[in-house]
């Protein structure tokens, strides 16, 4: 990993290894994308969202608007968690007004023949890291990613995106050792596309399990839980000075544990989750991330305000990022974006 710059001098990275700061560190998931013009005419000229994902100028392009815009303290990868289930044989669309789409993988026998060497298909994704490690400011951290082995699951299995994970979930429930082959391959590469990140420049990494909240407690532990711990044991075995932030959405209380068992730096709140259980049980763990409601910040004023406000009054004393509690909406007006930025900022200790 390039070391142009030291650690120390990057807000982020000082907030995941425990440090308080007066001023917290702020980026936004999401912060590049369709809410900014700018995003929608770089769009147009790739064509398709994963034809995007795959030109390393235009995805260090969108990765680089927000950041020019905003000043974030963090830039995250153009990309997305589906490029992993691209490389590794089941073709992804991205349709127009109905998102992602797969051919639903049903059988078991399907399982085996998954391919785990994932580098080699998303090339572009690293040849896009290594120039943001160049273009980006000195000050700004950059975070690769990737979904969570149950996550991208539920996609591969359900053929697209589902409130209920209904088809993942009944594999899970009716042969739990198939169900955990597939596991098993994602897991594996899942580590080799992070680690390709780092070895490309990402300073950050971070592994989104969106769907963690819909398992019962029983299989939170098998299927989210330990998928994660042993993703983060091999990136730690191979690059010790990279922090994780984990992000189980909707996990609730269950977070404690996510956040105890995975071996994980950071944990990224939800919109739901309670800022008192976060402020008593979770930062004393570590660095928590969050967790402002995407709507709020379409909405703005004084309710974005006041909310803003309480997160950072509630969490702020101990190690914490600034955040949302799930991505910008297309709908966020930017002068909003800015107005938070500029509130989180201007308002130190």
């Not at 900014?36 to 995007?52: C, H, I, K, V, W």
């Not at 990136?235 to 994980?264: C, K, S």
Request: contains cysteine; neutral net charge; proline residues 7%.
């Amino acid at each position: 990993m390039p070391s142009d710059v030291p650690s120390k001098t990057k807000l982020l990275l000082r907030a995941l290894s425990g440090e308080t700061l007066k001023t917290p560190p702020i980026w936004l998931m999401r912060q590049a994308g369709r809410y900014l013009p700018e995003y929608r005419a770089t769009r147009t000229q790739a064509g398709s969202f994963l034809d995007l994902c795959y030109n390393p100028e235009l995805a260090e392009e969108v990765t680089l608007q927000p950041i020019r815009r905003f000043g974030f303290d963090a830039s995250i990868l153009f990309s997305d968690i589906l490029v992993v289930p691209d490389a590794m044989g089941r073709k992804v669309a991205f349709r127009e007004g109905e998102g992602p789409v797969l051919e639903p993988l049903r059988h078991v026998d399907e399982i085996a023949r998954l391919n785990c060497d994932v580098t080699e298909h998303l090339a572009p994704v690293y040849e896009t890291v290594r120039r943001l490690r160049k273009s980006l400011p000195a000050e700004t951290a950059l975070i690769g990613f990737a979904g969570a082995p149950w996550t991208v699951a539920t996609y591969i299995v359900g053929g697209s995106g589902s409130q209920d994970q209904a088809a993942a979930k009944a594999w899970m429930y009716r042969a739990g050792d198939e169900f955990q082959q597939l596991i098993d391959k994602l897991v594996a590469a899942t580590i080799e596309h992070l680690s390709a990140q780092v070895e490309a420049g990402a300073e950050v990494l971070q592994i989104f399990d969106t769907w963690a909240g819909s398992l019962p407690a029983l299989y939170f532990h098998r299927f989210s839980i330990a998928p994660t711990k042993t993703i983060v044991a091999a990136l730690r075995a191979r690059f010790p000075d990279v922090p994780v932030i984990g992000f189980p959405r909707g996990a609730g209380a269950l977070a404690m544990e996510y956040f105890l068992q995975t071996g994980i730096q950071g944990l990224s709140l939800d919109t739901a989750q309670s800022l008192s259980f976060a402020k008593e049980a979770l930062q004393p763990i570590g660095c928590v991330q969050g967790n402002l409601d995407p709507l709020l910040l379409v909405a703005g004023g004084k309710a974005m305000r006041s909310a803003a406000r309480h997160i950072l009054g509630e969490l702020r004393d101990r190690p914490f990022v600034f955040n949302l509690g799930h991505g910008i909406v297309p709908q966020t007006p930017p002068e909003h974006v800015a107005a938070l930025v500029e509130l989180v900022r201007g308002s130190p200790k």
